[in-house]
């Protein structure tokens, strides 16, 4: 049974840090690209935007509006993806999922929430 479990999430006010985790089970992990994905309040689920990516083989792409404050990372010893998100800003507010692609399989997680907010 494939797993993706997001953790990491909360409040935090603007120019505050977080650190999400996507700790995945089931799947070979070393061989997935790996997506995180933002759900802004308000937006339905195919609405969701590409925050930021790493393949397999490290390469990272991000959305622009996250270049240089947002960090992905994967451990593939750990199966895991964390994104760093630095200098939070309230539009970064959403429901933040890790999703693992490879070919034409696609596991998501259930997300979690992050709120940006004085």
């Known amino acids: 049974q494939v797993q993706l479990v997001e953790s990491g999430g909360g409040l935090v006010q603007p120019g505050g840090s977080l650190t999400l985790s996507c700790a995945a089970s089931?799947?070979?992990?070393?061989?997935?690209?790996l997506n995180w994905y933002r759900q802004a309040p308000g937006k339905q689920r195919e609405e969701r935007e590409l925050?930021?990516?790493?393949?397999?083989?490290?390469?990272?792409i991000y959305d622009d509006s996250v270049k240089g404050r947002f960090t992905i990372s994967r451990d593939n010893n750990q199966s895991k993806v964390d994104l760093q998100m630095n200098s939070l800003q309230p539009e970064d507010t959403g429901v933040y999922y890790c999703?693992?692609?490879?070919?034409?399989?696609?596991?998501w997680g259930q997300g979690t929430q992050v709120t940006v907010s004085s």
């Open positions: 999703a693992a692609r490879w070919d034409r399989y696609s596991y």
């Open positions: 089931g799947i070979a992990f070393s061989g997935y690209d």
């Open positions: 925050v930021a990516m790493i393949a397999v083989g490290g390469e990272r």
